[in-house]
């Protein structure tokens, strides 16, 4: 219980979506406290409410029914010119996707002026020390499109940490951070909670929610647990039927947890050798790999870890034949020429690209369509859904459910047929725990049936249960090690 | 030349007793008088008439002494052409300024419309931005500020291009050099609709950030859960209105020449709009019906139905627009033809051919003697009584030889063709003479003339017919069968009464002109069709409608091209989408082709949906603007099929050639670019 008066609020806070083919209770009766100057971390598995309730909070949606009440402002009767104030001076909030925090056309200083200027000018830090804090300080006069995702989400920080905002609201923001940049992410947070500014933060990091002063669980659109103690996620059976499903480790099939046994010598199914690559980010060349090579085996978890910047992308974009290497080569075990099929490699990027105009369903029975499997692959899309929770959100389209849910989604299409070779970017990037483990054993499923699995990600717990781990930095590999 | 009093005096000398004195206005230099200069001669010489009839004014003076010099006998003659010619010319700027100041009204509503969807776009197109500064409190009035601002490059840019422009047009087409105060006149509307638009934009794109912010969300709701469509309807509903008690056709203010009334131009529009908006919405609803019966369809068809059913809001207002600007273009089509149909047939109508007039009797009309088609008529106005009338009507007496392939005819007059009709009069058999009724239904009928009843057998009753322009019932027979007719005393019964002979000729003036030379006959009073068809109170009418079927083609292609954009930018935030599609097998044929069908059942849907609102709306508003009502037949409704047909066929091309370029944009996209900047 908070002893002093919290900074915000909410009290039977109830938000229902209606669409033209659902209707979606987002929150059902929430109560929830903020303390001044602490860090709140909201944590629930996709779809629980917890962005819902973060736009709530910043004033950026209306309620159903119920109050919310910021530093004694009630946002669900407050005259808009007030609101509009409140969010120029009093909250801050930073969007789930890193792109959706910027004006195309202003560069990251002039983000930072911008922000500065609404806040008469007062900021608790200089800009300057801001970037270097969040390791940008080289990027500021770069526009956002020359950004990779992570510096993208530390410039956003960056912005609305420079209108010194008293209640700082952030959706998953180190959902696309490496674990160094995550790290500074989170020291500025403690210096600035320090400062008097108080976070509330929906994530799936257990790294925030272990320096969170407070947790906030919510499931369901319901808290079932608020706490100032740190403790371990709590996992319940819970009524599925809303289409929100906790992973269950039986949803797993047996052998998903175990090493299947190979030979150790198997010949690679593709084999990087020395390739580098150069492109042109803006006025900028960058140079993405710098002689590069791996072998991929087959029936394998392979993860590719490295900051942001590193070239993991690069690499899965070059494995995935989107374009060709300055230098070096790309070898297939088949000799395959060309741009190879989605039996032979499918591709799970950051950008899920799901088609908006299919149902989950159908994006998940996509592949097969195109290829004309359609009938032989009925019971294996249905097994997918249920593997990765969706099978109460198959009729649904994307843009009707969360990130995290259209993430699985995507893996599920990708891992359809079976292909010999999966690239993922991030999988689980927007998972909770207990489903960030639900993809793993669906990899590790895929894998045991013989697919190499590479997996370019910043979760170190997930990369040391790989088969490997391939680790790079500044577009070199570093290392190549067994996991566990 | 010398002053007047030395003529006076050299002219007594002469022993001459008349003179004629003769005034010249001095002309201005350049050879072309414009109307104003004309009006303003006319005006002089009003005064210089005015002055002759006074008493003080020293012209008169001098011819009163003039008169006196010459033995009182002189007389002062004012005659000039001017007046007649002014006339002639403001009841022709009447007819042309009606419809322009229509269609100016028309084009500053599209202009509205584009420029407000300027405006919403704007924001539409830059949604991360406007949400970004939503989210950070920006107000909708800073956000219309900064619209409006960023807008006055191309705003200028587009002002004074257009103006060029339209200078350009009208001094390279037509009707006339422009004139210097109406060059002056057209810069300053454009530099003064400038600060209009740009007021405009801003509001237009306050308007749609403040709909995305979330007090707009809730202020909203209550309002944006009730159908535009409604308020589109109702306003159509009050237009028609309008139309229905009169106010269709307004007169001028110059030369009595009427002009169509803005409810003309404001029904259409908003009956298309509101039906038009809810078949967008009902085409989305069939497709998400059809997309679930897909499922077994190619997969071009399977992705394009999806797609469509899927339709978010911005495309639905796409193809509402589509809706509008085809429909206004058939309407105006429709009544163009219909109008143009009517005014031929009535204006042949009334002249029976394509030229009248009187001719010397014993003239071999014979298409071989003059070379074209030619008949004789005598009218005999209100000579005769029908039976259970006591009404006077005409009576019409053809030659049934050569007088169907010379009159004008139009088969919903009586339902057949005209060669039936005239074979079927010939001379009276026992007593009954065979006549054509014209507006009178009865079959069973018998005429008096004169005291002397003579039995009729009908063989057509015609709601119209040639040379019949009085409203009421009229008869038509063989000339033969009425110099037949006896009265009881020997005598005919027709007689006692005045007839009307006519010769009427068929063909182009210049042939009938050639034809009548040849033949060496002289005309009397000749008329033609063309002349009553070109009267200005009806030109006008007709003029207006082809020159807004003119902007109901302009806004069909700016609305293609609004859908144009929508499709490179749903191509654009599907290229990942796309990229991972060809990764999984789908063809650039396949794509191509499910991008050309989702956008042919966008606008052919639209134009299928177009063609029939503008059709009823032009249906239901043809009746309220009929040219010369006392003229029959009533108006024809006649639909331009052809054009119809090639519009439809050019719109599917255009989709298809549309569709094909922006999926090979696709195919263009750097795809790792796109990935790389995601992470």
């Not at chain 1, 270097?132 to 993208?152: T, V």
């Not at chain 2, 038509?476 to 005045?498: C, D, I, K, Y």
Request: proline share 5%; net charge neutral; charged share 20%.
């Amino acid at each position: 219980m908070q002893e002093a008066e919290p900074l915000a609020y909410v009290k039977d806070l109830v938000k229902t979506y209606r669409t033209e083919s659902a209707h979606v209770e987002a929150l059902r009766g929430v109560n929830a406290e903020i303390a001044a100057a602490s860090v709140t971390a909201v944590i629930g598995p996709s779809g629980s409410g917890k962005s819902t309730l973060l736009r709530l909070l910043a004033g950026l949606d209306t309620a159903s029914t119920g109050t919310v009440v910021v530093d004694g402002h009630v946002l669900t009767d407050v005259a808009p010119a007030a609101l509009r104030r409140i969010r120029q001076d009093l909250v801050g909030y930073v969007f789930q996707r890193p792109g959706d925090n910027f004006i195309a056309h202003l560069t990251v200083a002039e983000h930072l002026e911008l922000m500065a200027k609404r806040a008469d000018g007062k900021s608790r830090l200089s800009h300057a020390d801001l970037l270097q804090h969040l390791g940008i300080a080289g990027r500021s006069q770069h526009y956002p499109h020359q950004l990779s995702g992570g510096e993208q989400q530390r410039a956003a920080f960056a912005s609305v940490l420079s209108s010194s905002p008293r209640l700082v609201v952030a959706d998953e923001p180190t959902a696309e951070l490496d674990s160094a940049s995550g790290h500074a992410l989170l020291e500025l947070i403690a210096d600035l909670r320090s400062l008097g500014v108080s976070f509330v933060i929906a994530t799936h990091d257990s790294k925030v929610a272990e320096m969170a002063d407070h947790r906030i669980h919510i499931d369901h659109g319901l808290v079932t647990d608020q706490t100032g103690k740190p403790h371990a996620s709590q996992r319940r059976k819970l009524d599925v039927q809303r289409g929100n499903a906790l992973y269950q480790p039986q949803h797993a099939t047996q052998r998903a947890t175990q090493h299947t046994e190979r030979p150790r010598r198997a010949t690679p199914i593709v084999t990087v050798d020395e390739i580098s690559k150069r492109y042109r980010r803006g006025s900028e060349e960058v140079h993405a790999l710098d002689r590069v090579s791996v072998e991929l085996q087959p029936a394998t978890v392979t993860a590719l870890v490295g900051p942001s910047g590193s070239g993991k992308t690069t690499l899965l974009s070059l494995l995935a034949g989107w374009e060709e290497p300055d230098a070096g080569q790309i070898r297939w075990d088949r000799g395959s020429h060309g741009i190879l099929g989605w039996r032979e490699v499918a591709i799970l990027p950051q950008k899920h690209g799901l088609l908006e105009e299919l149902t989950i369903r159908e994006n998940v029975a996509y592949p097969a369509r195109l290829d004309r499997s359609t009938a032989n692959e009925v019971q294996r899309v249905d097994d997918l859904l249920d593997e990765l929770g969706l099978t109460e959100l198959a009729d649904r389209h994307p843009s009707q459910t969360s990130t995290g849910q259209q993430q699985r989604a995507a893996l599920a299409r990708g891992l359809l047929l079976r292909p010999r070779l999966l690239l993922a970017d991030e999988p689980s990037g927007h998972q909770d725990k207990g489903w960030a483990e639900g993809v793993f054993c669906a990899l590790r499923a895929a894998a045991n049936s013989g697919t190499c699995c590479l997996v370019a990600t910043h979760n170190e717990e997930l990369a040391a249960r790989c088969d490997e781990v391939i680790s790079m930095r500044d577009g070199a590999v570093r290392s190549v090690s067994a996991g566990l | 030349m010398m002053q007047p009093d030395e003529l006076a005096r050299t002219a007594t000398q002469l022993g001459e007793n008349q003179a004629i004195f003769t005034w010249q206005h001095p002309l201005p230099e350049n050879a072309e008088l414009s109307l104003a200069q004309a009006q303003d001669l006319e005006r002089s010489q009003d005064r210089l008439r005015a002055e002759f009839a006074s008493d003080d004014a020293s012209i008169a003076k001098a011819f009163r002494c003039l008169r006196a010099c010459l033995a009182g006998n002189g007389q002062v003659n004012f005659g000039s052409f001017l007046p007649s010619i002014v006339l002639q010319t403001s009841e022709t700027v009447a007819a042309i300024r009606g419809p322009v100041e229509l269609l100016s009204q028309a084009a500053l509503l599209v202009a509205l419309a584009v420029v407000a969807s300027a405006g919403v776009s704007l924001v539409a197109r830059r949604a991360t931005e406007s949400t970004f500064l939503a989210t950070h409190g920006t107000t909708p009035f800073a956000f219309a500020l900064r619209s409006g601002v960023e807008a006055v490059v191309p705003a200028v840019v587009g002002t004074a291009l257009g103006t060029v422009t339209a200078l350009a047009v009208v001094e390279t087409w037509g009707p006339g050099k422009v004139d210097p105060g109406a060059r002056a006149e057209a810069v300053f509307r454009g530099a003064a609709a400038l600060p209009a638009g740009l007021l405009l934009i801003g509001v237009a794109a306050g308007v749609a950030f403040f709909r995305r912010s979330e007090v707009g969300l809730r202020r909203l709701r209550t309002l944006a859960s009730v159908p535009w469509e409604i308020g589109a309807l109702l306003a159509a509903a009050y237009c028609f209105k309008r139309i229905v008690e009169g106010a269709a056709l307004v007169p001028a203010q110059a030369g009595g020449v009427s002009r169509p009334s803005i409810f003309l131009l404001v029904f259409p529009i908003a009956a298309i709009a509101g039906f038009g908006g809810a078949a967008a919405r009902g085409m989305r609803a069939l497709m998400r019906l059809l997309s679930k019966k897909a499922d077994r369809a190619p997969m071009a068809l399977y992705l394009a139905t999806r797609r469509v059913g899927g339709a978010r809001r911005l495309a639905v207002s796409l193809v509402t627009s589509c809706v509008l600007a085809f429909g206004v273009l058939i309407y105006t089509q429709v009544l163009v033809s219909s109008l143009s149909t009517t005014v031929d047939a009535k204006s042949h109508l009334f002249v029976g051919s394509d030229l009248k007039a009187e001719v010397a009797e014993g003239v071999d009309l014979s298409q071989d003697g003059l070379g074209i088609p030619a008949t004789r008529i005598t009218r005999i106005p209100e000579s005769v009584q029908l039976s259970g009338s006591e009404q006077d009507v005409d009576l019409l007496l053809i030659d049934p030889v050569t007088f169907a392939a010379t009159a004008y005819w139009h088969d919903s007059f009586a339902g057949s063709a005209l060669e039936p009709i005239t074979a079927a009069l010939g001379p009276a058999v026992k007593g009954v003479v065979p006549v054509v009724v014209v507006g009178d239904e009865r079959r069973d009928l018998t005429m008096e003339a004169s005291g002397t009843v003579v039995p009729l057998q009908v063989v057509a009753n015609a709601a119209s017919f040639p040379g019949v322009t009085e409203s009421g019932p009229a008869l038509v027979m063989a000339r033969e069968a009425a110099e037949s007719l006896t009265a009881a005393n020997g005598a005919n019964p027709l007689s006692s009464f005045v007839d009307q002979n006519e010769v009427w000729f068929k063909g182009g003036l210049d042939d009938i002109n050639e034809a009548v030379a040849d033949a060496g006959l002289i005309l009397t009073l000749p008329v033609t069709a063309d002349e009553v068809a070109n009267l200005p109170s009806i030109a006008t009418v007709v003029r207006t409608f082809r020159y807004l079927s003119g902007l109901g083609a302009g806004a069909g292609a700016l609305a293609i091209v609004a859908m144009v954009f929508y499709l490179q930018a749903q191509q654009r935030s599907r290229t990942v989408a796309y990229a991972l599609s060809r990764r999984m097998g789908l063809s650039r044929l396949k794509h191509m082709t499910a991008v050309i069908v989702e956008l042919e059942w966008l606008v052919l849907g639209a134009f299928a949906a177009a063609a029939l609102l503008g059709l009823v709306a032009a249906w239901v508003v043809l009746p309220h603007i009929e040219p010369l009502p006392a003229i029959p037949p009533e108006v024809l409704f006649t639909p331009p099929i052809r054009t119809g047909v090639v519009l439809g066929l050019g719109v599917a091309l255009t989709g298809v050639a549309i569709g094909a370029t922006v999926s090979r944009v696709s195919d263009r996209a750097d795809f790792a670019g796109v990935l790389r900047a995601g992470g």
